[in-house]
Structure formats: structure tokens, C-alpha cells
């Protein structure tokens, strides 16, 4: 599909999409007036991308900190790697659970490979709802640890385009 | 209009989707059946509040570019200063202490991977301390949003 924006007009694009749309009635009509381009233009990009599956989701993006969800606990694993897989896919269904990822281990400094992300209000619930979650799979003698955030020194979206002018890169 | 309410029913609605239309401020008012002005009034207090960090699109980082978790383990007394070092690269996007000898970690996200070694390398070069970098390498789970549960 041609959607009519350079390549020039889609990186400054994405650039502005990584801060937010700006809170207006037409926001992609802001958009578009920001890198001169057409409301048209910026909205079949954006249906163009989305269905290219650059975006996980358009929605509201929240800060859990400031609703009250600040005990985050990052679950780390050593999975035998034959077992990855399956261990990663049981726990990523968890509804507890927000992102399941493995990594690659860096030994001797760092044996786990397979990290979870579980959010509460309060530190107890979270520790024992892991707890419970390790033993419904079976997998409280795998080598874990529980790393608490203590303090967020910086929380925003992501920015992937370059600040200078390269080509966007869509991998 | 109860802004609470509102602002409960505009995250539980719109935070895995939102009408991609010229006007999407009118189009979940209509969802939830009240004004535009009520919803975009909302928004701003969310935002003000600190409580919405944006709306529009999450990237997904294997499409978007590259990205990569990094843990520094920090002597105590330098951890303030690592981590704003650390959080002045528009590169970091989440920068987190957490208890672990590996005590400060944070997610790196750019165009592509020699660019995120390069950050790693600069900070290394800066802070003295060696950097864990850990792409991810399988998504079992991505983030969709936040659960909130029935509490408010």
C-alpha cells in the first residue's frame, strides 16, 4: 500500500508517536501538521504499521507506580534448556504473570535464563503468589531469585528511532 | 461526571486497543456512552496525575528495532550517580534499583544493535563497571496492558 509519507515524513512520525499523541480532538490531524503531511497520510501509515505488527498495541500506556502497583518483582530462572520452552510457556499463561522472557545466561556472572514479571500493591502478596505459582508448576527446586524494585529512576515509552536521520529500521 | 469512574472505564476499555480514526477522543466517548470533552478532561487529569504515561502505540521491539535488559552491579554509594548517568541517554527507557548485587537495571531500546553497543560501551567506558546485557532471545509472554483486579 503507498501511503505517501517520505521516509523522512515516517520517521518523524514515529519519533512523535514515541512521546504520545498529543491530547486534541484530532490528533493525527497534529500529527501530520507537525511533519507536513496530509491527517490521511498519518492515518494510513499508522494502519500500515499496525498491521505490519510494529506496534503491540495502541492504547493507553499507564504507570503502574503511580497507581498504587509498586511492587514489582522480577522473577529470575535457570531452566535447563531443554526444558525452556515448555517452563516458559506454562508460567507466560500465569494470569500473574506480565512478561515472560528467557535471555541468554552470562556465566560465571548470571545463571538465569528465563525472566517473569509480577506487579501487587503490597510486597507479601506478590512473594506468595509467586511462591504458590513456582509450586503449581512444579518448579520450586529450579535455582530462582526475586529481584524487588526499589526505586524507578526513570519510566517512559521507548524511543527506537534514531535522533539522527537514518533510515527507520523495521527489522 | 465522576472522573474516577471515567478514568476506570477509560483503562479497563482502551488500554489493549483504541479506534485508529481521525477523531478517537469522540469514538470511545461513544463506546462509554458520554462526551468527548469528558473523555479528553480525564485524559489530561490521568496525565496529570501521573497515573497515564502516554497514549498511542507500544512498539514491539523486535519489529520497532533493538533492545536489550543491562544490569550494573553498583557499589551503594555510587548508585544514585550511576543511575542518572544511566537515565540521561534518551536510549533508557526503564531504569530501576532493585535488590540483587546486580542492583541497577535498565532496558535500552534503539534503531539497532551496534547502537545499543555502543551505549554499553560508553558506559562502560564512563562508569568503570561492566555491563550484563541481556537481549531477549523468546517472548513467551508480552506485556498487553495492565491487570488492575477489582480494587481500585
Known amino acids: 500500500m503507498k501511503t505517501g509519507l517520505t521516509p523522512r515524513q515516517a520517521l518523524a512520525l514515529r519519533r512523535h508517536l514515541e512521546g504520545g499523541l498529543p491530547l486534541v480532538s484530532r490528533p493525527y490531524q497534529a500529527l501530520a501538521d ?12 499508522m494502519r500500515q504499521w499496525h ?71 503490597q510486597r507479601d502478596p506478590v512473594e506468595r503468589r509467586i511462591k504458590a505459582l513456582l509450586e503449581e508448576h512444579l518448579l520450586s527446586d529450579l535455582p530462582h531469585q526475586l529481584l524487588f524494585s526499589t526505586h524507578a529512576f526513570k519510566q517512559c515509552g521507548a524511543r527506537f528511532a534514531a535522533a539522527s536521520t537514518g533510515a527507520p529500521h523495521h527489522g | 461526571m465522576d472522573l474516577d469512574l471515567l478514568s476506570r472505564q477509560l483503562m479497563d476499555r482502551f488500554q489493549h486497543g483504541m479506534p485508529l480514526c481521525p477523531e478517537p477522543f469522540k469514538e470511545m466517548a461513544s463506546v462509554l456512552g458520554c462526551d468527548e470533552a469528558h473523555v479528553m478532561a480525564c485524559l489530561h487529569a490521568m496525565d496529570q496525575a501521573g497515573t497515564l504515561s502516554r497514549i498511542g ?7 520497532a ?8 552491579a553498583v557499589p551503594a554509594e555510587r548508585l544514585h550517580q550511576v543511575a542518572e548517568r544511566v537515565s540521561q541517554y534518551p536510549e533508557v527507557n526503564h531504569n530501576y ?16 544493535r551496534p547502537h545499543i553497543e555502543r551505549v554499553l560501551d560508553e558506559l562502560e567506558k564512563d562508569t568503570g563497571l561492566t555491563p550484563l546485557d541481556l537481549p531477549m532471545l523468546t517472548a513467551y509472554r508480552i506485556d498487553l496492558g495492565f491487570p488492575l483486579g477489582e480494587t481500585p
Open chain 1, 34 to 45: 507537525r511533519i507536513d503531511a496530509d491527517e490521511d497520510q498519518v492515518l494510513g501509515q
Open chain 1, 51 to 121: 498491521a505490519q505488527g510494529l506496534f503491540r498495541r495502541v492504547g493507553l500506556v499507564l504507570n503502574h507506580r503511580a497507581l498504587g502497583f509498586t511492587a514489582n518483582a522480577m522473577l529470575v530462572l535457570d531452566v535447563p534448556d531443554a526444558l525452556i520452552d515448555e517452563v516458559g510457556q506454562r508460567l507466560g499463561r500465569s494470569p500473574d504473570i506480565n512478561l515472560c522472557y528467557q535471555r541468554p545466561r552470562r556465566l560465571p556472572q548470571w545463571r538465569y535464563n528465563l525472566f517473569c514479571m509480577v506487579h501487587g500493591r
Open chain 2, 57 to 63: 502505540p507500544v512498539f514491539e521491539h523486535s519489529r
Open chain 2, 65 to 72: 528495532g533493538a533492545s536489550t535488559l543491562a544490569a550494573f
Open chain 2, 97 to 112: 534499583a532493585r535488590e540483587h548485587f546486580y542492583n541497577l537495571w535498565f532496558v535500552l531500546t534503539g534503531p539497532d
